[in-house]
C-alpha cells in the first residue's frame, strides 16, 4: 500500500512538472506572437535566442566542418556562432557545427553587413537585400526604381542603411526604420560614390564614407547626419586619400580607415588623422563595442608587420611587430584574432598572447568566441584546441 501510495505521488509530481513546462512553452508562444503584432524590436532577439536553444538540443557532428572553399563569399562572428556566405546560401553554425539556419538565395553578387545578431545580405549591383538572424530571415526587399546597391549596414537597434547608385544623383543613402518598411533618413549624394555606412548604436546617427576626383586629384570626405535634420552634423574632407571603410564606436566617435590614413572623429567635433608614412595599409577590423585593429605594412614589406589596437575611446592600446604577413584579422568582445603564416594568435587589447595554435598554408581566417577559437582553412573549419 505504501509503495503504491509513493508511486501515485511520484507520478502526480511528474504530471504537475510536465503541466508547468507545457504552461511555460505555451507563454512564450503566446508572448512571441503578441510581441510581434505589437512590434516590439527586441522580439526577434528573444525569437533569435529562443530557436538557437532549441536547436542546441541537437547538437551537430562536431568539427570539422566540411565546406566547398570556392563557394564561400564571407565569413564572419555573428551573436556567438558562425556565420557565412556562400555563392548559394547563408548558414550559422554554433560550437558543435550544427547548421541552426541553411538559407538560399540567387544573389548574383552577395555580400553582407552584421551587428549583434542580425545580418543584412544583400546583392551587390543588384537591387535585392534581405534581413536576417542565426535562425530565421526576417525580412526580404527591393530598392525602389531597381537602384544598385553598392553598399549597407545594420544597427544596434536593428535599423538598416543602404547606399545605392541612383538616376537622380551620383549615390544614394536610405535609412530604414526597424520594421525595414519606412524610410526614416534619406540623402542624394549630387557628386561624389559613397563606399562605406555606418548607423550609431542609439539609432539616430549615420557615418558615411565618399570618394570623388576633383583637378585629377582623389579627395574622400566623412560625412555624418543626425536623421532629425536634413544637413550634415559634421563633414572632413581629405585631400588624396581613398577613404575605404567607417565605423561608429561608442560615444559617439566615429573611426574611418584610408588607404594613407585612419582618422578619428571625437564626439562627432573633433578629427585626428594618424599618416601611415612609408607604411602600406595591409588589413583592418572593428569591434562591436568600439576596438579598430589596423595592420601596416613596413615600407611594403610582408614580412614586416604592425598591428595597431585603439580602445573606444580613441587612444592606442597596443602596437605588435610580427615578421610574417598578417592574413586575416578580427576582433570580437576583446580578443584579437590574427592569422600569421604558420600560427594562429588570439590576442587580448593590450598585444598580450591569450592563445597560440600552429597553422600552414592552408589557413584562411581565424575566428575566436569566447574560449572557443576556430580555423578556416581550404575545404573545412576546424575548432582549434
Known amino acids: 500500500m505504501a509503495k503504491k501510495k509513493r508511486k501515485l505521488q511520484m507520478t502526480h509530481g511528474m504530471s504537475v512538472a510536465l503541466r508547468v513546462a507545457v504552461a511555460v512553452i505555451v507563454a512564450v508562444v503566446l508572448f512571441l506572437m503578441a510581441a510581434e503584432r505589437l512590434n516590439i524590436a527586441t522580439v526577434t532577439d528573444i525569437n533569435d535566442s529562443l530557436r538557437s536553444s532549441f536547436s542546441g538540443m541537437n547538437p551537430g557532428a562536431g568539427y570539422p566542418y566540411k565546406i566547398n572553399s570556392s563557394s564561400v563569399r564571407g565569413m564572419t562572428v555573428m551573436g556567438g556562432d558562425l556565420f557565412v556566405l556562400t555563392s548559394q546560401d547563408t548558414m550559422s ?4 557545427a550544427n547548421e541552426i539556419k541553411r538559407s538560399s538565395h540567387t544573389f548574383s553578387q552577395p555580400a553582407f553587413a552584421t551587428r549583434g545578431s542580425k545580418a543584412v545580405v544583400y546583392n551587390r549591383n543588384g537591387n535585392r537585400f534581405r534581413v536576417e538572424n542565426r535562425t530565421d530571415t526576417l525580412f526580404t526587399g527591393e530598392t525602389p526604381d531597381d537602384e544598385k546597391i553598392i553598399t549597407a549596414a545594420i544597427g544596434a537597434k536593428g535599423n538598416i542603411a543602404l547606399a545605392t547608385f541612383s538616376n537622380d544623383c551620383t549615390s544614394k543613402l536610405t535609412v530604414y526604420s526597424t520594421n525595414y518598411k519606412k524610410t526614416v533618413f534619406g540623402w542624394n549624394c ?4 559613397i563606399t562605406s555606412v555606418d548607423l550609431s548604436d542609439n539609432g539616430k546617427y549615420a557615418a558615411v564614407c565618399v570618394v570623388g576626383a576633383r583637378d585629377g586629384e582623389i579627395y574622400s570626405k566623412v560625412v555624418i547626419f543626425d536623421f532629425d535634420y536634413s544637413e550634415p552634423k559634421a563633414e572632413f574632407e581629405y585631400f588624396g586619400t581613398a577613404m575605404l571603410a567607417v565605423h561608429f564606436g561608442k560615444n559617439d566617435n566615429v573611426v574611418a580607415v584610408g588607404d ?3 582618422s578619428f572623429i571625437k564626439g562627432l567635433k573633433n578629427k585626428e588623422d594618424m599618416e601611415y608614412g612609408s607604411s602600406t595599409l595591409s588589413n583592418f577590423a572593428f569591434s562591436e563595442d568600439g576596438y579598430t585593429v589596423l595592420a601596416l605594412s ?4 610582408t614580412n614586416n608587420e604592425k598591428l595597431y589596437c585603439y580602445t573606444p575611446n580613441l ?6 611587430k610580427f615578421e ?3 592574413k586575416s584579422l578580427g576582433i570580437y568582445k576583446g580578443h584579437i584574432s590574427v592569422l600569421l603564416e604558420n600560427q594562429a594568435l588570439v590576442l587580448k587589447t593590450n598585444g598580450g598572447t591569450y592563445k597560440k595554435y600552429d597553422a600552414d598554408n592552408t589557413a584562411i581566417a581565424v575566428y575566436s568566441i569566447g574560449n572557443r577559437t576556430y580555423l578556416y582553412t581550404t575545404g573545412e573549419i576546424k575548432r582549434c584546441k
Not at 93 to 96: G, V
Not at 190 to 193: E, G, K, R, S
Open 93 to 96: 553554425l554554433d560550437s558543435t
Open 190 to 193: 549630387a557628386q561624389d560614390t
Open 260 to 262: 594613407d590614413r585612419i
Open 298 to 301: 613596413e615600407h611594403g614589406s
Open 315 to 320: 587612444s592606442k592600446s597596443c602596437e605588435k
Open 324 to 326: 610574417s604577413v598578417i
